[in-house]
């Protein structure tokens, strides 16, 4: 099923079929849904080989008489419409730099059953934040070295009895990053692969132990980057292939 069908049988669901029917003229939901899907795809970006950002910020323009009727449905329409959007990102791969919002408004310009979309992305510079899910935890990489282990000093705590007290370190430049093994009893896995030291792709997964670790990057309105030391962000370039490019 597209994800227009599962829209449309999503709204009959949230509005009353009765009041439905009055919208024999003018703009349809489905019309405003496939409208934003468009805007994403021809606004979609690539920033980097494995990065595609999309704006998350709509301005859904209509004549004044649609406008009325819209609004008439009341949060169900807004609930069902940014469904759709964040469902066609993920389906697209595209990423967001921040939470998605989309708004009705009255366009005395436009005609009745015309519509236009206006979009952007989150104000600000956009950057990409590091972050791993271990445990069911998401921990954001705010230092340019993390440390995971079973020990209390390292920066992320495991319950994982078959690690060690500090097993890998993640690097990451607020662009690029890399996984090293701090010389563990039982060794890192990287996507399957045992390593010393690798570049470390998005959604990459590490495993020590039992636990396993998945590395992400997520788009975000930039905060100051973590200083890497010179020699550790040279490395992570020269990895090549698993390396985050600029």
Do not use: C
Request: glycine fraction near 10%; aromatic fraction near 4%.
């Amino acid at each position: 099923m597209g994800l227009l069908d599962s829209f449309e049988k999503g709204l009959e669901r949230a509005v009353n079929s009765a009041f439905a029917k009055t919208f024999r003229s003018g703009i349809q939901p489905v019309e405003i849904a496939s409208a934003l899907r468009s805007e994403l795809d021809k606004k979609a970006a690539v920033v980097t080989r494995d990065r595609i950002l999309a704006p998350n910020t709509f301005v859904v323009r209509m004549a004044p008489a649609d406008y009325a009727n819209m609004s008439s449905l009341g949060a169900a329409l807004g609930d069902e419409l940014d469904t759709l959007v964040q469902k066609h990102a993920k389906a697209q791969g595209y990423t967001f730099a921040g939470p998605v919002g989309i708004s009705l408004e009255s366009d005395d310009s436009l005609s009745t059953g015309t519509l236009r979309v206006d979009s952007q992305t989150a104000k600000g510079t956009v950057s990409w934040r590091g972050v791993v899910d271990v445990e069911g935890k998401r921990h954001q990489l705010t230092k340019s070295r993390t440390v995971i282990g079973r020990g209390t000093d390292a920066d992320i705590t495991i319950s994982d009895a078959g690690t060690s007290r500090k097993h890998v370190e993640i690097l990451w430049d607020g662009e690029r990053a890399m996984v090293r093994d701090l010389g563990s009893t039982n060794g890192t896995m990287l996507n399957g692969r045992k390593v010393a030291e690798a570049a470390l792709p998005t959604d990459s997964t590490v495993t020590i132990g039992r636990t396993d670790i998945v590395f992400r990057v997520i788009a975000q309105s930039a905060p100051p980057k973590p200083a890497m030391p010179a020699d550790d962000a040279t490395r992570i370039f020269n990895l090549g292939e698993g390396g985050l490019p600029s």
